[in-house]
């Protein structure tokens, strides 16, 4: 019987597992792989203590500091359902059952996929997801980046010192996000933004060669291309649970202390219904549910 199992191991995952160490629970965190979505991105300018580093480096670090602590890991595990028993759970993953006093959602987001005709035939085939994975395999070609937010120029500055050219395809009237990238797209000669731009299909022969745009919802374009970056957001991967409340997003909905609906059930991270979904946040919601399942602990089982 765990005092603690995690369900995650992005920066809210590895946050909890290293308060719960602290606190001397016994803990488990079961993921499929450590660093979650943030070890995906370029650079990380806005994590406190580091001024520029990557994410990958980023999650190295949180990895590092986590094996530190005497916290049973098993990655490349998935967690399938969180059952909630008298007073306590039965963790079912696909490698087998364990049984918790408390839980902690932190399984975070996923990619969201842009539904057109193409994208899944072509998917690693010059269709991909994670500009950080695999811009260098773009090298000298000329891609496309579908999205305007900070994800999409995120891998369009990515591609700026890689590919040939890079075209900016936005469905919305202006680019969103941080000016500062905004700025450094505008001023590279590599980028073209086409804004009111709408995906229509994806298409090639065995690669991508070309994708068919409708600009301004009437006049129809189309591009050569050898890659196509998808990048429009991602959604919450909620697939643990135990019949909680979700928002219309379908993230898990909780509240200060990281409480969901279930008793002795916690979320963090990018699966809740925080606003901000920065790295920062994702580790204070991992610290926030890890002390709130500590305290459950210590007022509805050792109380009892």
Do not use: W
């Not at 597992?17 to 806005?46: F, H, P």
């Not at 260098?136 to 040939?164: C, E, H, W």
């Not at 299909?201 to 998808?230: A, P, Y």
């Amino acid at each position: 019987m765990y005092d603690l199992i995690i369900a995650g191991a992005g920066p809210a995952g590895i946050t909890a597992a290293v308060y719960a160490a602290r606190k001397k629970m016994k803990t488990l965190v079961v993921t499929k792989n450590i660093g979650g979505y943030a070890a995906s991105s370029a650079t990380v300018e806005n994590y406190i203590g580091y001024q520029f580093i990557s994410g990958a480096e980023l999650a190295k670090k949180f990895e590092e500091h986590l094996k530190s602590f005497d916290v049973e890991i098993k990655e490349n595990t998935e967690v399938l359902c969180f059952r909630k028993l008298d007073n306590h759970f039965k963790v079912e993953t696909d490698k087998g059952e364990y049984e918790c006093l408390t839980a902690i959602v932190a399984t975070g987001r996923k990619p969201r996929l842009l539904g057109v005709p193409g994208e899944v035939a072509f998917k690693n085939r010059g269709v991909t997801y994670c500009a950080t994975c695999d811009a260098p395999l773009f090298a000298r070609k000329d891609v496309a980046v579908i999205g305007g937010g900070n994800s999409a120029m995120d891998a369009t500055i990515q591609l700026m010192s890689i590919a040939n050219k890079i075209y900016l395809i936005n469905i919305n009237n202006d680019l969103e996000g941080d000016e500062i990238m905004i700025e450094k797209i505008k001023k590279s000669d590599k980028v073209e933004i086409l804004n009111n731009t709408n995906t229509k299909e994806i298409m090639g022969d065995k690669f991508v060669n070309n994708i068919k745009l409708q600009v301004n919802k009437s006049v129809e374009r189309m591009l050569d291309v050898q890659g196509v970056f998808i990048e429009i957001g991602s959604m919450p991967v909620k697939g643990p649970g135990c019949d909680v409340n979700t928002n219309k997003k379908d993230e898990i909905i909780v509240n200060k202390r990281c409480e969901t609906d279930v008793p002795g059930l916690f979320a963090a991270g990018d699966v809740t219904d925080v606003p901000e979904k920065q790295i920062i946040v994702a580790a204070g919601q991992g610290a926030i549910a890890s002390l709130s399942a500590f305290k459950y602990i210590s007022k509805n089982i050792f109380d009892s």
